[in-house]
């Protein structure tokens, strides 16, 4: 093998190992180009740009080696190896050599062996995917040794009970992982081992013992797998590349995925990295860091050590870890040596970097970095520290922060005043305030969930297979684990409630209860967690608003001075300092003054960078003026079907029954005054912005009872001889003549308009009307008529030809100046194919996308997301459903064409969007770069979509990446 | 005003004076350039190809004019500025300066003043918009006669009662249709003047009565109107122009050009003609000629005339007419021009003309000629005699004939053997057979028609306030007029079976009957007519099939046997003759011969010359067969949901409500066998050709009882104490459980093959089974499985996926190799957009064009087709059903963006269509232009289908237009 020159050796390749490392894309592009697909990267030719190609372990493996960071020598298979496997069910031909080839290499470097029987090289095989899945794949160590090696690391070591130990643990794990063996068989034979010696843990066992219980292990393999455990390392490194590429499929890693919205195609990069060992006694150990406190923000090391002990179980949170402060107290050489590390790294990555790294006799190794997750809070304040700190400027700190960031610091928080019973006090995890019925496992967490329970899930501790229950969960509560643990970090990922290390509690899952002193909380308790604060609650507690939100609702004054002021000066003495801010220093910690300003000065800064406008939809006054005190820029969607119901419902009623032009006509002049005041109050609160009515929209029977139930009802007490009125009857002839098969595909939006005389007529009148009244009161409203379900600018152009009429003759008689633009909704495939024809009757366009995506998918919201919905983000047909996210493909493929066509037409035509979608993150940016003036969403929505237009605008202007 | 030197009578204007008449367009853009709208053409400046501008009347007279045809002088004012009107409510400001200067060229051509009192011009002024109206707009004949000019035309005219008699019915036309004047108040005058000189008819009043009723008349204006009646020519020029503009909007010319899917968008044009008088005394006459049989295409002239009388008497068919051999006896000087005229156009026109013609005082003046409306056996016949005559090509005669004439062809007939009860023959107006219950008026024929009842409308004679009432009736029945009677020309272009002339009946439409002779037919009885023979039958008449479809379904040889032969030499010795063809001639009178012999021929070269393969929707053996025989080359679709209906729709109920896996499998396994029989059947009967197999499409609880229905059964048992039985109970609640507010939109197709487990794996099994059984057995089956509902590509990647491993499965069981390409409906509109994405996985896309207008458009076919879609008819929003002719600007935009990203992904890849536009001729030409390989359609439809495809290919490739 040593002597094989390969062909995808030549060119390039040669120029890396003079350290002359080529930039990512440019040289792999060049392999590209010679037909000779290069898999494996040395992490000397790795950087962390190289993420798709490399993972984010693996490129940030090659980053830190190029900084001269200690990183233990390896190579990473790339993604595209991967997906070939996915492809192709088998590895790409070339795949073979290049690894032997990096294996020959890492030998050379170290001058030792794989296998080898003195000084053998191990290596670690690890997944590595673009984006972060913690926990979610595979990970097999201590790969390289067999029956002989197991001799050259006693040697080495100078620690027989350690090698053996380690080979032991390598069977287990591939054992479980490579091989698919019951777990239990490996755990079961390890307590009988401990049983029978009498040995109190693991550490009792002796070399012996554990040489003995090798055997054990082995004989399970040939058991189970009628093949002896492979003794050829090389075959050992083939099937761990091979089981980590199968874990990028498991339903645990898409379940995670879908949640994550991370693309299955993607596939895992692979790294194979030289072993060291944290658990080769009491100057080893291992640990992860973050550089600044990712729950909360503040700056300074943060993490967990764990003196001899190999890294999984750090993470794994098995064992309660040390703090790095206690690090320093145990090995002050390394621990300063990482504090440098942590500098040099977030210098150079700008941002909060976590870490996971490995004491080997004194001798400190890097092992992984990433820009680190964080909480909300502490999203926002990290990002303005690193502004006041000159690391990065306002642009970039407005691309590390999310929408969904934001809508999490929104969420209410326990009322500090009322009364509680506090069960303990542990670990935030994860902040929010979170009340709900104690459940025990995954399965009934997500059973309860579904019957429309909240529950908090209470666990020992959590795994992988947890994540179900962690999903339908309001709140996760566990008794171990650190705040890197896995529930910690998954629940971090997810924006839940969690509190971790609760060791005061006896959580007995058999049982489905848990203990703390003598009070005794089964399944369906109601408790409450502070994911903020890390407290326990028995009973509901009562949450109040957040600081961040009152900030927004209510202004920056006050939100400051409720939080005791105490801000810090950095916060304000940026370099984008905003001068006209001078806040009274008060009592507070200033923790959460300094969230406020974060979020002030973030929000700020997307405001002012932002194209998109917001608006809100609002019903009513009430809804109108929340939105414009949350900064809403106008009323994008005022659904008048809405101010029909209650009372008023039996107006519609009337309307419906009507047996005559008078009868009908009396209907609609009751309506009238009831209308324009409903007007007259929304133009009030939303005086000087413009506000879009929109006219009735579903279908007059919607405003009916429904029709089995009538049926059901009248047959019933006919059948009973019962007094059934002539009115009922009358009323089930009109329910069963307006049923329709379909309501949604049916006379509704336009069609009613133009099928039930004088009803559209009405809704014009009331806004020209209302709109006429405030003038002369000197306001300045500024209604929109917006026609809904237009198909064809035929539709448009009656409508507009009698609104027009309508305005002209309230104009005339009221003496005022009415400029009313009419619009439409675009919420059928045919309005955006033919949008260059009806743009000629439209002043605007509002997208629809909550019916477009209905009629352009062929499905209709009610009847789906309950049923095969869920089945379909299983088989991966969404990543997230279309209704959460504009499916930008379809959805927003008929949204461009669009916008294209009514500009052709119109130039200067208003664009906005009015769905659902105007508030969800991912679908503004697409907004965005479709051309849209405004959003609209609701009033609550609006913080996150200012931010988010912000956002977008950031990341077109400058193609920020949005590492964060 | 002669001396005015308006800025349009420069340049190109100049050049027309000398004869030197430039064609139409370029003339047309000439002007636009110079951006002075040129609005009035002279006779002498037209011709046919200016239709768009001039209209159909207005090209033809300026053709004739060319041709130095005896063509009373005039001019033609241009559909757009009747578009302009139509727009702006106003005449363009140029118009009145451009009808001043032709008025002073056509009193400078005759010497005499519009409203002169010697010899004084009179006018006619009429519409004509491009495709002909019968009698939808307005005429106003003799304008220009006023007090004055009325002595003028006495002296020129050298009749004084002439002279009045044209002036009153200047008045009384002009007070009608300009002024909008209730007519009855002139006829009512009229009456009262015969009653009180006693006059028995109108020819009875002399020159002093006709003056006096002219006073009246004049007072009856003034009355009505507030003004006198206008004695300034001009006057009346202009407000003739503005009526006939105002009358393309009417109502019942909107139902019209709805019926005859004309654009509203169109406008008239307004043609101002010099009067030539055809009641001038009995060498005086009007009438219009056919150069051939418009009923039968028998050659030779054939028309009507009436001596000493007034064009619009004729086509009104009040007065019984002569027949053309009549005129000859009475005229034989003018019968003689007019044949040699006839001639002259139908040589150069190439097609059979209809002509309106006048006889003022021995002289003959062509008033009007266009391409003759004809029966669908008229223009089969006529274009295969014009074959053979040398005047056109097969692929003209193609383009001359039409789907909708084909199908009109393919109605059963009378059963000739049946007993009848003969009431009356008389003529044949427009072919078919029709056995419906008698009505007598417009209004009941709609009402009842709209119960469900097939009425025959029977009037005295029929006027465009009739024409609801026509459209609703199975057949039109009248008492007076001719063949070119209103009735009559209507009935042919609706292709409604009518018979007219029937002077036997005495229709008394306020007693609601009919007598003949001693019977008396009241409405409610039914009664039969034959549009073919003019026969009127008593009661029910059984039917039997068409000649035509007996050719189609039997073949050329059957057919003609039956039809006794005696074809005419000419029909085999043309220029395209098929030279293989040997008719025995029989007995008969050899027109059925010549009709079938016709048909065979434009249909053989549409199939030589058509690229659209057509295909058949058949679901079991019996269709395919009768698909086959009527020239199918494939399955397109096959639905296999119509194979669970009957009693396997318990198989269905049973898989629905099945527990658990088992007894899903075995609900499963009961259809296999019966499922694998269906295709085994219907792969034999197509054996060697395509058949495309659509998977389950609709909601499973399709199958299941109706919600209403079921759960008001069980609540009355219940109320009434009677047994319910456990499945009952549970059948209901599973009913509850897979009810849909929307089903359209819900869980149906590819999602309930991804729901629902085994399901399309049984159907593809019983596919690939039956494929297998017969290619065991020699045949050559050539299955396709189709996928319904996609809306993404990773729906039918997981469906291909399961199939290709079912049916490699069945290959290597049965030892058989399985070629069954696997593809998807696009019925969707994300389907459609994201096509390329689809096209990745599919081999083949059929249009599911009936979805796809659901989805486009938002509307549900069940839903809106009764409610609001005859409004939107009304309102002008469709022109024709979207259901019935595809909507190509939306709806086809989509099937073309999936054309072309379908091939850009597969350029193979097979593209049809199977919705119900499959066999609409006007769509099928839209399919043919975007590319698509075949359409598939009801097995009826297919000789429609084959003729549209020919047509539509001689169409794209000599750029026909289609004129017939």
Chains 1, 2 share one sequence.
């Not at 009358?730 to 309501?743: D, F, I, R, T």
Request: hydrophobic share 40%; net charge negative.
């Amino acid at each position: 093998m040593e002597g094989a020159n390969p062909a995808w050796a030549v060119g390039p390749a040669a120029t890396k190992l003079d350290g002359n490392r080529p930039r990512g894309d440019s040289y792999y592009h060049s392999w590209k180009v010679l037909n000779v697909p290069k898999y494996v990267y040395n992490f000397t030719e790795g950087n962390k740009d190289l993420k798709d190609l490399l993972g984010g372990k693996g490129a940030n493996l090659g980053e830190m080696t190029s900084l001269g960071l200690p990183v233990p020598p390896g190579f990473t298979i790339t993604t595209e190896a991967c997906r070939y496997y996915m492809h192709h069910g088998y590895n790409p031909a070339e795949l073979a050599d290049q690894v032997s080839t990096a294996i020959t290499q890492l030998e050379g470097q170290f001058n030792r062996q794989l296998g080898g029987d003195s000084e053998p090289l191990l290596v670690s095989v690890r997944s590595g995917a673009k984006f972060s899945m913690p926990g979610m794949m595979e990970t097999v160590l201590n790969v390289g040794l067999n029956d002989k090696s197991v001799l050259g690391l006693a040697k080495f070591a100078n620690d027989e009970r350690f090698a053996w130990d380690s080979y032991r643990r390598l069977i287990q794990m591939f054992g479980k992982t490579v091989l698919g063996i019951e777990g239990d068989l490996f755990a079961d034979a390890l307590e009988a081992k401990k049983k029978a010696v009498g040995a109190a843990s693991d550490v009792d066992l002796t070399a012996e013992d554990l040489k003995a219980l090798v055997e054990d292990f082995k004989a399970i393999v040939l058991r189970e797998t009628s093949a002896p455990f492979p003794q050829e390392p090389r075959a050992q490194v083939d099937a761990a590349i091979v089981a980590v590429f199968n874990s990028w499929n498991t339903e645990r890693a898409r379940i995670y995925r879908r949640r994550e919205r991370i693309s299955d195609e993607l596939g895992t990069a692979v790294n194979v990295q030289s072993m060291v060992f944290g658990n080769l006694g009491p100057d080893s150990g291992t640990g992860v860091a973050f550089t600044r406190d990712p729950a909360t923000g503040h700056p300074g090391a943060y993490g967990d050590y764990l003196p001899n002990a190999q890294g999984e179980d750090v993470v794994a949170g098995i064992r309660n870890t040390l703090s790095l402060d206690d690090m320093a107290k145990i090995d002050k050489v390394s621990y300063d040596e990482l504090r440098r590390i942590m500098t040099t790294l977030e210098n150079h990555y700008r941002d909060l970097c976590d870490i996971e790294f490995t004491v080997e006799r004194g001798k400190l190794w890097m092992l992984q970095t990433r820009v680190g997750k964080r909480t909300a809070a502490a999203a926002f304040k990290i990002a303005i520290q690193l502004v006041d700190e000159g690391l990065i400027n306002m642009d970039t700190a407005l691309d590390r922060v999310t929408g969904a960031q934001l809508s999490n610091l929104m969420f209410p928080q326990f009322d500090a005043a009322a009364p509680k019973t506090l069960l303990t006090k542990a670990m935030a995890a994860s902040p929010g305030a979170a009340v709900g019925q104690a459940v025990f496992d995954s399965p009934t967490a997500q059973a309860w969930a579904a019957q429309g329970h909240t529950v908090i899930l209470v666990r020992r501790e959590t795994n992988p297979d947890d994540l179900g229950g962690m999903i339908a969960s309001a709140g996760i509560l566990t008794a171990r684990g650190g705040k890197t643990s896995h529930a910690a970090v998954v629940a971090r990922g997810m924006g839940t409630t969690c509190v971790v290390g609760a060791d005061a509690l006896d959580v007995d899952p058999a049982a489905r209860l848990f203990r703390v002193g003598d009070v005794t909380v089964v399944e369906g308790d109601l408790i409450a967690i502070d994911g903020t604060t890390g407290e326990v609650f028995l009973g509901n507690v009562p949450v109040v608003a957040s600081p961040v939100f009152q900030y927004l609702d209510e202004g920056l004054d006050k939100a400051l001075a409720a939080a005791g002021g105490g801000v810090r000066e950095a916060v304000y003495q940026g370099e984008d300092r905003d001068p006209t801010l001078v806040i009274s220093k008060g009592q507070g910690d200033g923790a959460t003054a300094e969230l406020i300003m974060a979020v002030h000065r973030i929000l700020s800064h997307a405001d002012a960078v932002r194209r998109l406008k917001v608006r809100a939809n609002a019903d009513n006054g009430e809804d109108a003026a929340r939105a414009r005190r949350l900064g809403a820029q106008g009323v994008g969607l005022c659904r008048t079907e809405h101010q029909f119901l209650g009372d008023r419902r039996k107006l519609i009623e009337r309307l419906i029954l009507a047996h005559n032009p008078a009868a009908r006509e009396e209907a609609l002049a009751a309506l009238l005054p009831l209308q324009r005041q409903d007007f007259v109050e929304l133009f009030t609160e939303m005086d000087g912005l413009h506000t879009t009515v929109r006219l009735i929209d579903p279908p007059l029977h919607e405003f009916l009872p429904d029709l089995t139930h009538l049926s059901v009802s009248i047959a019933r007490r006919e059948a009973l001889g019962e007094d059934v009125t002539d009115a009922e009857r009358e009323l089930l002839a009109a329910v069963e003549k307006s049923h329709e098969s379909n309501p949604m595909l049916g006379l509704r939006g336009v069609r009613l308009g133009l099928t039930v005389p004088g009803l559209f007529a009405l809704q014009v009148r009331a806004i020209a009307e209302a709109a006429a009244q405030l003038i002369r009161e000197g306001k300045d409203p500024k209604p929109e008529v917006m026609v809904p379900l237009i198909g064809s600018y035929v539709e448009l152009d009656l409508v507009r030809d009698e609104a027009e009429r309508i305005i002209r003759e309230v104009s005339d008689r009221e003496g005022v100046a009415l400029d009313i633009p009419i619009g439409c909704m675009i919420e059928l495939p045919r309005a955006a194919v033919t949008a260059d024809e009806i743009a000629r009757a439209a002043e605007f366009f509002s997208f629809g996308t909550n019916d477009l995506t209905q009629t352009t998918w062929g499905f209709s919201r009610d009847d789906v997301e309950g049923s095969f919905f869920s089945n379909y983000m299983e088989l991966g047909v969404f990543q997230v459903s279309p209704f959460e996210t504009i499916d930008t493909k379809g959805v927003g493929s008929l949204v461009a064409q669009a916008v294209k066509l009514g500009q052709s037409t119109r130039p200067e035509i208003g664009l906005g969007v009015c769905g659902e979608h105007g508030g969800d993150p991912e679908s503004i940016h697409f907004f965005n770069a479709v051309g849209l003036q405004y959003v609209s969403c609701s009033p609550f929505r609006v913080p996150v979509a200012r931010l988010e237009a912000g956002r977008a605008a950031v990341a077109v202007s400058e193609g920020a990446s949005g590492t964060a």
